[in-house]
T-cell receptor
Framework: NAGVTQTPKFQVLKTGQSMTLQCAQD?????MYWYRQDPGMGLRLIYY???????DKGEVPNGYNVSRLNKREFSLRLESAAPSQTSVYFC???????????FGPGTRLTVT | AQTVTQSQPEMSVQEAETVTLSCTYD???????LFWYKQPPSRQMILVIR??????QNATENRFSVNFQKAAKSFSLKISDSQLGDAAMYFC??????????FGTGTSLTVIP
């Protein structure tokens, strides 16, 4: 039982490049989330998916797109990366009680 | 706007002693959940304790307990018998819906042997 997995663990991009962060969970959860964590700040919600086929904006959605590919997978895409998107990105999934979240190990993204 | 405030960027505690981390939040909702998460240097976010706003009884999980003051919008975390493994960043979080979650800026806890 791997829980929530994220790939890659580290990534360096040049300004303007695109990439997709992958997230998968094996706990049969309906809800999945993407957060970013910046130094001196807590986690901020980018997008969430309450169920397969639905996605909604969180607190800081600009510059990102998401896809809920199936119940297991929820990807985050940066179409044209900017230095302001340098951050650690966390994926999470919601348990039987949606208020309980299980987090992946994070992806450290640097945009130069 | 929903906000969560942790006014103590850093705290320290002697091993085996007790420490309390503070958190306040702003909301107009009457029903919501509050959380404390621990983030050790490994970066993994770990749920420490959860409180449902409609429950008056303070949540407890082993050495971790909360003091939930709904009227004051205060949610502090008490760690008893502190251990070296408790050293981490601690984040307070609030959720009114189970989909939107709001985190504080964190408190870095050092445990002194």
């Amino acid at each position: 039982n791997a829980g929530v997995t994220q790939t890659p663990k580290f990534q360096v991009l040049k300004t303007g490049q695109s990439m997709t962060l992958q997230c998968a969970q094996d706990m049969n959860h309906n809800s999945m989330y993407w957060y970013r964590q910046d130094p001196g700040m807590g986690l901020r919600l980018i997008y969430y998916s309450a169920s397969e086929g639905t996605t909604d904006k969180g607190e800081v959605p600009n510059g990102y797109n998401v896809s809920r590919l199936n119940k297991r997978e929820f990807s985050l895409r940066l179409e044209s990366a900017a230095p302001s998107q340098t951050s650690v990105y966390f994926c999470a999934s919601g348990g039987r009680d949606r208020y309980e979240q299980y987090f992946g190990p994070g992806t450290r993204l640097t945009v130069t | 706007a929903q906000t969560v405030t942790q006014s103590q960027p850093e705290m320290s505690v002697q091993e085996a002693e007790t420490v309390t981390l503070s958190c306040t939040y702003d909301t107009s909702e009457s029903d919501y959940y509050l959380f404390w998460y621990k983030q050790p240097p490994s970066r993994q976010m770990i749920l420490v304790i959860r409180q449902e706003a409609y429950k008056q009884q303070n949540a407890t999980e082993n050495r971790f307990s909360v003091n939930f003051q709904k009227a004051a919008k205060s949610f502090s975390l008490k760690i008893s018998d502190s251990q070296l493994g408790d050293a981490a960043m601690y984040f307070c979080a609030y959720s009114p819906t189970g989909n939107q979650f709001y985190f504080g800026t964190g408190t870095s806890l050092t445990v002194i042997p």
